[in-house]
């Protein structure tokens, strides 16, 4: 084992003297797939440095099996357990406190460091005696530059320009865009003021004199407190892009998220209170609070109009056809040609509309991928429905013609404008979002098949073209034939080859691997992303470097563009980023949890509404069955409204955004003492994973008394 790897070991017995060159700290929160990939760079990174480090994981009581997996993989690693989620501030400072090392690292767990990050990183520092801390060139998941690379200190007027858009209009400017400091070449070292939180290396001496991470923080600003910190204490903060670092979610995981335009500008009124002159802090404050208030309401009418575009769309073309209906229908089929009531096109028709639309979306019609037979039973139910109760309502019966050939047209139109829809987003007639994805892989064949089979048993929608091989040295290229027969079956490019891509068929075919699974070689990656038309690139961690992989991520041409996922060596995840803006995905084998289903989504909120309103009709009595009586009359409408669900997960964190939930799976369970939070965790994901309408139904029954319970 190499020196710097048993070093990078936990050991019990440490040395007399200990002399730790570097102490890398990860707080990590249930992104188990990004924090395995993450440490399994640092461990490359820390061989080639050559010296002793040592690595820190503090879990903020992750329930996706972030624990465990580090455990089995990285026993090397010390691993500090929280069983709440204290924020980020509090978990790096209880690394810190123990570190040993030099240098302390804190690095956010979705990167990936070059292999000669620690050393350069750690040589620099060395060199600079007064550098307080290092910053270094952060690329997102698709090899682009994060601007949050470099950033200035953010002042009232930073602040200002950058809430207000200015500094996104001139990045460039040395007025606007001090912010990113815009003006600064991104490829030269530079003296900055503030470091970025996903890879702030500091000198421990410093540390020691200006004092840990702020605790006043939760999450956000922080970095900015500390490095700002640093240099009123006669320290350097510097960029340096020597080395690079993948970052896959760049400043924010979430910009449209309400909270965090809150969490994240209430920081920097923290920042401002602390740091500036009451004056200037004022002035601030109001700025930022009328950012807040700006941003959040951009953030909510942005949410709407994406969820609301389609379907305001497809009642206006329902409506429109209802029109065109109406009016050939009176003068063609009428018995008396006499015009409708003004009631019909005004009220009667959005009623139709409405209960079309309404039946689309519980058939499913606005789920992904989109299926004709949903939109087909959908509004077939709801023309049912609307014949069924126009019989009882005399003023308002009509023409069943009409509702039968308006129910026609809805499914003609639902369909026809998902079809326009995806021709003019991806030029093809088809239902479904978009085309299955061409897909490259970057390594051998060994790992290749892995790839393949990680895919299948992820249920992707791809097409794996082949795999393009690494460089290796004595292994012979036969020589290329004049008129090669080979044509991939099926592909759209087939019969378009030119000269160039014929000699580059022909060079695939290597002695040792499959020609026809063999793409060619990884100098070819550029011709061989065009040719096949590829969509996305997945790169074997066990066949290439770090350092290979961000190379060709920023050296291949991005027209056309292709996204870029990663298998770490050993993992059975993959894992990408489509940009800083977006979330990291990844394909992996896991368990389905049923309750995250559209449908049983759908049906959870059906349930919560009819009970909820159910609850309030019947609360003169049902009231006195409550010990906290206001509370239930106040959960029945945060129920009703959508704020709350009456049962779901109060203890497990959930994968995807729901309402805060009044019951918990736990409370119905019978044991003679307190259930550990553990235990509490397992029963929620049981529920989860087998979840019905019926299990809400019951526990509501079983737990009824506690329907007036508060927030805890």
């Known amino acids: 084992m190499p020196v710097a790897l048993r070093n990078f070991r936990r050991s019990t017995h440490p040395p007399a003297v200990p002399s730790v060159k570097l102490s890398v700290v990860i707080v990590n929160y249930n992104v188990c797939y990004f924090l395995e990939q993450a440490l399994l760079s640092v461990r490359r990174a820390v061989e080639k440095l050559g010296e002793p480090v040592e690595v820190f994981v503090v879990d903020n009581n992750s329930v996706d099996g972030s624990v465990a997996m580090v455990r089995a993989r990285f026993p090397e690693v010390v691993l500090i357990e929280n069983h709440d989620n204290p924020g980020f501030s509090k978990a790096n400072n209880q690394a810190i406190r123990q570190a040993r090392g030099q240098y302390v690292l804190l690095l956010n767990p979705d990167t990936v460091v070059e292999e000669d990050t620690f050393r350069l990183c750690c040589a620099f520092m060395d060199a600079h005696p007064r550098a307080g801390g290092l910053g270094v060139k952060m690329l997102d998941g698709q090899g682009r530059f994060l601007p949050e690379s470099k950033r200035g200190l953010p002042t009232p007027w930073v602040a200002f320009y950058k809430i207000f858009g200015l500094a996104k209009l001139f990045p460039k400017s040395r007025r606007f865009g001090r912010y990113h400091l815009g003006f600064l070449d991104k490829d030269q070292t530079h003296e900055i003021e503030v470091l970025s939180g996903a890879f702030m290396l500091m000198r421990k001496a410093a540390l020691d004199e200006v004092g840990l991470l702020d605790e006043d923080y939760f999450m956000y600003g922080e970095d900015i407190d500390l490095s700002y910190r640093l240099t009123r204490g006669g320290w350097l903060n510097y960029y340096f892009p020597g080395t690079r670092i993948i970052h896959y979610k760049g400043e924010s995981t979430k910009r449209t998220s309400v909270n965090y335009v ?27 609070n009328l950012a807040i208030w700006l941003r959040a309401g951009a953030a909510v009418a942005q949410r709407l109009a994406a969820q609301a575009a389609p379907v305001l769309l497809d009642a206006g073309l329902i409506y429109g056809g209802m029109f065109f209906l109406k009016t050939y229908w009176e003068r063609n089929h009428k018995y008396v040609p006499e015009p409708y009531p003004e009631k019909y096109m005004l009220v009667a028709v959005p009623a139709y509309v409405a209960v079309w639309l309404l039946s689309a979306f519980f058939s499913g019609a606005y789920d992904q991928p989109t299926r004709a037979r949903r939109i087909v039973r959908g509004v077939f139910l709801g023309t049912l429905l609307i014949s069924a109760v126009s019989n009882f309502l005399d003023a308002w019966r009509f023409s069943k013609a009409l509702i039968v050939l308006g129910g ?37 064949f060994e790992e290749s098949q892995r790839v393949r089979q990680l895919l299948e048993h992820a249920a992707v929608p791809a097409r ?35 000269t160039t891509s014929a000699a580059l ?15 060619g070689e990884v100098r070819q990656l550029a011709d061989i992303i065009r040719i096949y038309e590829l969509h996305e690139l997945i790169f074997c961690g066990r066949d290439l470097t770090a350092s290979q992989i961000i190379g ?3 050296s291949v041409p991005q027209h056309p563009p292709v996204a ?11 894992i990408g980023s489509s940009g800083k803006d977006s979330p990291g995905d990844y394909y992996a084998l896991d368990i389905t949890l049923n309750l995250f289903r559209p449908q049983q989504v759908r049906n959870k909120r059906v349930l919560d509404f ?7 009709l019947g609360s003169p009595l049902l009231v006195w069955w409550q010990p906290r009586k206001g509370g239930f009359l106040r959960n029945c409408l945060r129920v009703l409204s959508g704020s709350r669900t009456w049962v779901g997960l109060r203890y497990a964190a959930a994968p995807q955004r729901l309402a805060r939930a009044i019951l918990s799976p736990a409370d119905a369970a019978q044991a003679a003492g307190p259930l550990t939070g ?35």
């Open 610 to 616: 009819l009970t909820s309103l159910g609850f309030l």
């Open 678 to 712: 553990a235990t509490r965790r397992r029963l929620e994901l049981l529920y989860a994973k087998d979840y019905e309408t019926g299990t809400d139904l019951r526990l509501l029954l079983r737990c009824f008394r506690q329907l007036g319970r508060e927030e805890e």
């Open 262 to 288: 809150f969490v994240f500008y209430r920081a920097m009124v923290i920042f401002a209170r602390k740091h500036f002159a009451p004056e200037r802090a004022g002035t601030f404050s109001f700025l930022i």
């Open 464 to 498: 794996i073209i082949g795999y393009i091989e690494p460089a290796k040295a004595g292994v012979p290229v036969r020589a290329a034939r004049a008129t090669p027969p080979y044509e991939p079956v099926g592909h759209p490019g087939a019969g378009r080859y030119t």
């Open 408 to 444: 026609v047209w809805a499914v003609a139109a639902l369909v026809l404008r998902r079809l326009a829809s995806n021709f003019l987003r991806y030029r093809t007639f088809s239902l479904t979002r978009q085309h299955q994805k061409n897909v490259g892989i970057v390594g051998s």
């Open 505 to 519: 068929l022909a060079e695939t075919e290597t002695l040792d691997a499959p020609a026809d699974d063999l793409l």
């Open 564 to 574: 870029y996922k990663i298998l770490p060596q050993d993992s059975e995840y993959i």
């Open 552 to 554: 060709l991520m920023v």
